[in-house]
């Protein structure tokens, strides 16, 4: 890194963009994600130059970045490119709401803005337990997460994590510590069996269809299905582990669960 607190951030996934903004520490942004959508607005005042598994690299080196943040193996070919031309890289690679608050932690002590960074952290730590706490006691619905239609692919770690505390249970809590999509594939057969009172969808960007959900052969079964309890929230909110997923995911997570409850009564 060139300069300490670095000057010139290119953010390649939207939680980093979030977090810095959230840190008044946006002025050193500039060039985010084609994905960056927190805070409204985002995409008009910094350059666009990745979407997620690829980036415009010679646009990027134009920016003259002297640090660039990344998320997963996913990108991991575009962090290699760019330590090849002699960049500095931070690759996040968090999974579940720990490390997600660690992320936020590190990202403010790298810009030098640690303590507002743990107050931040701390706050959103309280938020999470305090919402929890409410659910003790409460029927806690199944709840079925679908991050993919084709192959159907049931939430990851946070997602989970968020169901939980929440109040519901993770129809397949067993496949959320699997990182890997390909890991947490789920077959048709699967999701009736484990019958959820609520299905949660999230096509990583692209708009779901409750009625081909509801639609699928046998799924007439499941209670989520008989009662119309099929939810979409949207991907910026529930599938970047970030600031997002901690606040508007978590209460659209919330909002469903409670509302299932309520139809109980």
């Keep these: ?28 942004i500039v060039g985010v994600s084609g994905f960056a959508v927190r805070p409204k607005g985002v995409r008009k005042e910094k350059p666009r130059v990745s979407a997620f598994t690829s980036a415009d ?28 031309a002699g960049v500095a890289v ?3 690679n968090q999974r579940d709401i720990a490390g997600t608050l660690t992320m936020i932690r590190h990202l403010g002590a790298t ?5 507002r960074a743990a107050q931040l952290a701390d706050h959103y730590a309280q938020r999470l337990s305090t919402i929890a706490a409410r659910a003790e ?14 192959p159907m692919i049931t939430g990851i770690g946070w997602v989970s994590e968020l169901i939980e505390i929440a109040g519901g249970r993770d129809a397949f ?10 890991d947490r594939i789920v077959t048709s057969d699967a999701v009736i069996a484990a019958a959820p009172d609520v ?4 096509w990583c960007g692209k708009k779901v269809r409750p009625e081909k959900i509801a639609g699928r052969p046998g ?8 009662h119309g309890r099929i939810v979409e929230i949207k991907s910026p909110l529930i599938l970047q582990p970030g600031p997002a997923a901690l606040t508007d995911g978590l209460d659209a997570v919330l909002d469903a669960i409670n509302t299932s409850r309520r139809g109980r009564d």
């Design 1 to 28: 890194m060139k300069t300490f607190p670095p000057q010139r951030i290119v953010c390649l996934t939207e939680e980093t963009v979030e977090t810095l903004y959230l840190l008044g520490e946006q002025d050193r």
């Design 57 to 84: 690299i010679p646009k990027v080196l134009a920016l003259e970045p002297d640090l660039v943040l990344t998320f997963s193996d996913l990108q991991a070919d575009i962090a290699a490119a760019l330590i090849r």
């Design 90 to 92: 931070m690759a996040y």
């Design 111 to 115: 810009v030098g803005q640690a303590d």
């Design 137 to 150: 006691g409460l029927p806690r619905p199944i709840v079925y997460f679908e991050e993919w239609d084709d």
């Design 173 to 182: 809590p067993e496949l959320a510590r699997e990182d890997s999509a390909r």
């Design 199 to 202: 299905i949660l969808a999230s």
């Design 219 to 226: 799924w007439e079964a499941i209670p989520a299905v008989r």
